[in-house]
């Protein structure tokens, strides 16, 4: 049996809206297309995250091996919409890492913040981006106030905000990652010290950049 695997994104122009995406592999799924010669064959498809265009990937732009091991659209389909949903039993039926995000309740009295904060540091990506990824989440374990948020499409493609579990690991947040809709994480906290800091990692650019506030002192 061969297995494929998706290295990196596929870039792909959609043919409706002319916008170009990175693909993942959890965007993919097989069709089945006519040959030229009589018969069928399977190629690739996706659909445009801007407009819902179905869009084909030919067999032969794909690595190789990779088309027989992707799921039919409705199946593809119904793997992406298996998010938590915003209902009282979610906590049981969602997935172990995620949980509905609860309202944040109002604070009586706000934390000083320093007259001068310098500015975040340029955008990382690649292998440095998730390497701030899994820094930022031990960071959050360890700080006190941390949070791990993230935003992501539900089946009808409106926005819906999760809570990551602060039990998770760096590996196990990046294989949600892959298998999840996300488009934004943002995590952050207030160190020991006292300096408060947020990260924020971009999924589809596969981005990632750091701010943080000095403690203000005693």
Known sequence: MVTARLSRPLQRRCAQCRRVQEVRL????????P?????????????????????PI?????????VATLPSRDEQRAAATALPQPVADAAERAPPLVRPAQPIPARATRLPRPDRIAPPPAWVVGGAAHAMLKDAVRRTRRATEGFCTGYVRDAAGLLIVVELRDRVEPDTILAWLDHSRCELLVLGGTDPDGSRWKAIFHPLAGAATLAVEPATGP
């Not at 959890?26 to 297309?33: S, T």
């Open 58 to 66: 030919p067999a032969t732009e794909m690595p190789q091996g990779l």
């Open 26 to 33: 959890a965007a993919l799924y097989h069709i089945v297309v």
């Open 35 to 55: 040959n030229r010669g009589g018969g069928t064959r399977r190629d690739g498809g996706y659909d445009c995250r801007f407009c819902g265009t179905a869009n």
